[in-house]
């Protein structure tokens, strides 16, 4: 059972938005900034967001993370079926001085 | 480019040793921490612990802390993940990560990893 909780999976059209929440508490997404990671099928995790809302070079603009109190979302507009991937949320717990990772949001775009 | 890249494909039996590694390229490498992160079968991404090639600080997921080592040779740009004995639970895919660790005027604390390594698949069996 991760301490971030994330939906274990999510579903949409092509085109259509989505959105991935990663719930936590004050020690960690409520007071530290939040990163989202995306796995495509048999590959490593890409950085998708850092710093809670900024994308690193080459991540589309379809790609945009945000926060509120203690949990943080991923939202991915203009779907792809190319974006079929497990998304991952991350961050810092300041009371455990750990990295901690969400379990993970599997996406079908249908 | 920065890029990272691990060592191969590993078959160990139980009870055997092994170190696989991590080699960066196309940024300097002391700057930066490197992470390691467990993926087994099927599951999703575990923390194993960070370290600071330059004086090699190394901290440890409490889940990992004794059960691996973590070292780094920063004249060749390489991190290691290591297990003295292993065990057939040590069967997954392991990633090596560069890791930006810092914190703010407000005393948030930010965290995140990439690039990633391709990943090293350990199995373990008899």
């Known amino acids: 059972q991760s301490v971030l909780t994330q939906p274990p999976s999510v579903s949409a059209a092509p085109g259509q938005k989505v959105t991935i929440s990663c719930s936590g508490s004050?020690?960690?997404?409520?007071?530290?900034?939040v990163s989202w990671y995306q796995q495509l099928p048999g590959t490593a995790p890409k950085l998708l967001i850092f710093?809670?809302?900024k994308r690193p070079s080459g991540i589309p603009d379809r790609f945009s993370g945000s926060k509120s109190g203690t949990s943080a979302t991923l939202a991915i507009t203009g779907l792809q079926t190319g974006d079929e991937a497990d998304y991952y949320c991350?961050?810092?717990?300041?009371?455990?001085?750990?990295?901690?990772f969400g379990g993970g949001t599997s996406l079908t775009v249908l | 480019e920065v890029q990272l890249v691990q060592s191969g494909t590993e078959v160990k039996k139980p009870g055997e040793s092994l170190k696989i590694s991590c080699k960066g390229s196309?940024?300097?490498?002391?700057?930066?921490?490197i992470g390691w992160v467990r993926q087994m079968p099927g599951k999703g991404l575990e923390w194993m612990g960070i370290i600071y090639p330059d004086d090699s600080d190394t901290r440890y997921s409490p889940s990992f802390q004794g059960q691996v080592t973590i070292s780094a040779d920063k004249s060749i740009s390489t991190a290691y993940l290591q297990w003295s004995s292993l065990k057939a639970s040590d069967t997954a895919m392991y990633f090596c990560a560069r890791h930006y660790f810092g914190v703010d005027g407000s005393g948030s604390e930010d965290s995140w990893f990439g690039p990633w390594g391709q990943g090293t698949l350990v199995t373990v069996s008899s």
């Open positions: 710093d809670t809302n």
């Open positions: 196309g940024y300097i490498f002391t700057n930066y921490w």
């Open positions: 004050s020690s960690n997404v409520g007071n530290n900034y």
């Open positions: 991350g961050t810092w717990d300041s009371s455990l001085s750990v990295v901690l």
